[in-house]
């Protein structure tokens, strides 16, 4: 089978396999459709030695099931799946209640990331790691399990905050981003303020159902506080989806006292929590400061049924399997809209 491997740190390849075989409990899936994702930049970026090499990457899989292993049953060849990315322990405290994004025994890994990913025409997954998406699209199934997932996660861990009348600024109107607008208008009466520096992305955000949109530069606290009052008010949620300097510099200062700020994005600002001479204010008293991490099955399932129901879609570009580096190097440049997705 055709593949798409990381062969050495910063080297991704085109390669040719033998196609896997489902072991017992596993089932081999024929690809439908991979996302291509910020975090896999991250991976490509990693010293050696951080993840295995060679790798197939690929960690937002949809497929058909080709073939069922030992000891698998509810699955059968031909149903229509995407792939829960994150492999657990399954029996630590955090598994057992279904967060294994926080597994506290397995270190942060999954298909993809610590086994073969899906930019392949073929990849094995526990059986365990499939939910059903009927005739969902796969080029949309496959967003929704890390780009779809991930702000709904985040949007999960701020729900007792995100009352009606509130406001919720969302940073970032990319991959996540986009979806991030859409999950808030299906899921809550919050006025949404959406904050990027592209013009075409804050169109995006406005198509979306996003209330005001601001465009970030210098101004950018300056707008938004006119839009949600002075300190010590303020948005009582921030979703930051870039995470650099500048990001977090107008989170925290656009929060509300009491708030929650959510560091999604990886792009390696700092944010400080203790008052640092000379930089701008520090987060607000009483405010929540939490780092999610993509989310659980459980949430997946629901992500899935809200782009079943035609309120969650993803913006997507897509790419067939040997143009699969080039979508990468446009991610790199910020030149995707939306996901990129590529299709075996
Ligand atoms: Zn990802
Ligand atoms: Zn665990």
């Not at 080297?11 to 899936?29: C, D, I, N």
């Not at 996540?176 to 919050?190: E, K, N, R």
């Not at 990468?328 to 590529?342: K, N, P, Q, S």
Request: glycine letters at 12%; proline letters at 8%.
């Amino acid at each position: 089978m055709r593949a798409v491997r990381m062969t050495a740190p910063g080297v991704l390849e085109q390669a040719e396999l033998p196609t896997p075989a489902a072991g017992p409990g596993e089932v081999l899936l024929r690809v439908g459709a991979v996302g291509a994702c910020h975090s896999d930049l991250h991976i490509l970026d990693a010293p050696a030695g951080i993840f295995p090499i060679p790798l197939t990457l690929g960690h937002e899989i949809a497929g058909i099931v080709d073939q069922v292993g030992p000891g698998v049953s509810g699955w059968s060849p031909g149903d229509r799946t995407a792939v829960y990315g994150i492999i657990g322990c399954g029996h630590c405290r955090a598994c057992l209640r279904g967060l294994e994004n926080q597994c506290r025994v397995v270190p942060v890994g999954g298909i993809g990331l610590s086994r073969d990913g899906g930019l392949a025409e073929y990849v094995v997954v526990p059986a365990s790691r499939l939910l059903h998406v009927g005739d969902l699209d796969l080029s949309q199934a496959a967003p929704l399990t890390d780009a779809g997932l991930t702000p709904y996660h985040a949007i999960e861990l701020a729900r007792p905050k995100l009352r009606p009348g509130t406001a919720c600024v969302v940073i970032g109107i990319g991959g996540l981003g986009h979806m991030a607008v859409q999950i808030l208008v299906a899921t809550t009466a919050v006025r949404i303020i959406a904050v990027d520096t592209s013009v075409a992305a804050l169109e995006l955000a406005s198509r979306l159902g996003a209330h005001e949109v601001v465009q970030a530069g210098p101004d950018a606290v300056e707008q938004i506080r006119a839009l949600v009052g002075p300190p010590p008010d303020g948005a009582d949620v921030v979703l930051d989806f870039v995470g650099a300097d500048p990001t977090l510099i107008t989170a925290r200062q656009v929060v509300a006292t009491g708030g929650k700020l959510l560091l999604v994005g990886l792009a390696g600002g700092t944010l400080p929590v203790r008052p640092v001479a000379d930089e701008p204010p520090t987060v607000p008293l009483e405010t929540g400061v939490v780092v999610p991490f993509w989310g659980t099955r459980a949430e997946l399932q629901e992500v899935i049924a809200l782009g079943q129901v035609g309120q969650l879609h993803a913006d997507v570009q897509t790419f067939p399997l040997e143009r699969a580096p080039e979508a990468y190097e446009a991610l790199r440049r910020g030149e995707i809209h939306g996901r990129a997705v590529i299709m075996p």
